[in-house]
């Protein structure tokens, strides 16, 4: 049985996970290779073939058929919405379960007639997405076969009813995601008033850097300017500190987190994951983006003037870096000879002048130094990802993407991703704990630096 501190956190985490992810979707799916997975499968099919017995007995055992038609009943009902009286009535009267036993009792229990009125009543109900599912169903003749299908597809249209359920109350459940949230810190911070020690020195290291380093994104209605600045530019017109740009600061630090550092801020824990993910994801399109500004150098506008191509080589790169964090050598080598081969090979088929040799030996060798950190291909790219993630936070992605550094075009897509996951990260984070952000932030920044009073949402 779950400790009370454990199912907290699991409600505290899925309230967390609605509230901040507008696509929420409840998915009951456990893989098929998992130990879970394979005693279910297993427990299913005995199940299955104990139900095949007894309608094949003579006469028919009908006890687990009738089991099955009271849980599908009780499904049909849950998913009737509160106007839908007259089916529920006939629903209940259809599939009354004691005139279903007293039949059975019989044997004259039908089960297939009432495996049609099941399915008959499925496709009145189901999503339009479940169709064609209820469809097949209609095909299966074998009366085991056909509750089976109907079992799982009624899995389905539950699962489709309750996130039909969460999306039409998404404003509300993510306004009592964002207090419950709050209301649970704060018990714990009455408990433990340090809570806040490591949030605190994490916005500290924030409004340090920006001090030392003045933002290159500027807070403007101009979407030009969303193009970084001359180093020249923002050190002759420094900024100054605001407490959205200290946040700002602070969000993109922890896409550089050290994981050997344990202060990571309390306020940011249950996000934690969500931010590795994050930083996973912002390193592989660094790779990607790396690779393909050097592949382009190699082959012009002929080959990279195409999407299809384009797409190609980041299919192929993105299933090669796999590995690339245990072994970033050995995945780039694999990425520098199938990128170059594929280059190769479409120049030749498009009648083009094919890589010469040392122009191939060149193109392998450089895509093989962007396994280095600190090779410069890489490290541009990856100040302009940053860069780009930072204008996200103050502008908004739309207007972020509008015009993008160079190296970056060739993955809008998947920058666009990226920055729509932090900004929904980041604003519901503020949403929560914005009040004791407002109150660290007023001893980090003088009045006379201040620009605002206390934090708001990018």
């Known amino acids: 049985m779950k400790g009370l501190t454990e199912t907290v956190n699991e409600v505290s985490k899925l309230s967390n996970e609605i509230g901040m992810n507008h696509d929420y979707m409840e998915e009951k799916v456990l893989p098929p290779s998992s130990l879970e997975g394979k005693v279910k499968e297993t ?18 055992d009908f006890s687990c058929a009738l089991e099955l038609l009271k849980e599908i009943k009780e499904i049909l009902l849950s998913l ?78 539950k699962m489709d009813m309750v996130n039909y359920t969460i999306q039409s109350l ?82 993109l630090n922890l896409l550089l987190w050290d994981p050997e550092n344990e202060e990571f801020p309390e306020t940011l824990l249950m996000d934690r ?37 384009v797409d190609k080589l980041k299919r192929i790169t993105k299933s090669l870096l796999e590995d690339f964090q245990s072994r970033p050598e050995e995945a780039i080598l694999s990425v520098s000879e199938q990128v170059s081969q594929e280059i190769h090979q479409s120049l030749k088929n498009m009648g083009l002048a094919a890589l010469s040799s040392d122009n191939a030996t060149s193109l392998m060798g450089q895509l093989q130094n962007i396994a280095k950190k600190e090779n410069c291909v890489r490290s541009v790219i990856d100040q302009r990802i940053h860069l780009f993630l930072k204008c996200c936070l103050v502008l908004g992605v739309q207007r972020s993407l509008l015009d993008l550094p160079g190296g970056l ?45 206390k934090v708001e949402s990018v």
């Open 43 to 60: 427990m299913h099919n005995a199940f299955w073939d104990h139900l095949k017995e007894q309608l094949s007995a003579t006469p028919p």
């Open 80 to 157: 009737l919405l509160p106007r839908q009286n007259r089916l529920r009535i006939e629903i209940e009267e259809t599939l009354d379960m004691d005139l279903l036993k007293e039949k059975a009792e019989h044997g004259a229990l039908k089960v297939p007639t009432l495996s049609k009125y099941v399915l008959n009543m499925m496709a009145l109900l189901c999503a339009p997405v479940r169709d064609e599912a209820v469809q097949k169903l209609e095909n299966i003749t074998d009366p085991v076969w056909l509750l089976r299908g109907i079992f799982q597809v009624l899995g389905l249209m």
């Open 170 to 251: 998404q404003p509300h459940l993510q306004e009592h995601s964002i207090q419950y949230e709050r209301a649970k810190f704060q018990e714990l911070l009455n408990k433990q008033p340090s809570l806040l020690n490591h949030t605190t020195k994490w916005l500290t290291q924030a409004a340090a850097d920006l001090t030392m380093s003045p933002p290159t994104c500027p807070d403007t209605s101009d979407s030009s300017s969303v193009a970084s600045p001359s180093p020249n530019e923002a050190a002759k017109n420094p900024e100054p500190l605001s407490p959205t740009m200290v946040l700002s600061q602070g969000f």
């Open 273 to 309: 994951t969500r931010l590795q993910e994050l930083e996973s994801q912002l390193h592989q399109l660094t790779i990607m983006a790396s690779v393909l500004l050097v592949s382009s150098s190699f082959s012009g506008s002929v080959l990279f003037g195409s999407p299809q191509f």
């Open 409 to 453: 075009t060739l993955i809008e897509a998947e920058l666009a991703e990226l920055g729509q996951k932090f900004i929904n990260l980041t604003h519901h984070n503020q949403e929560v704990f914005g009040p004791y952000y407002t109150e660290i932030l007023k001893t980090l920044i003088s009045p006379s630096q201040a620009l605002e009073t």
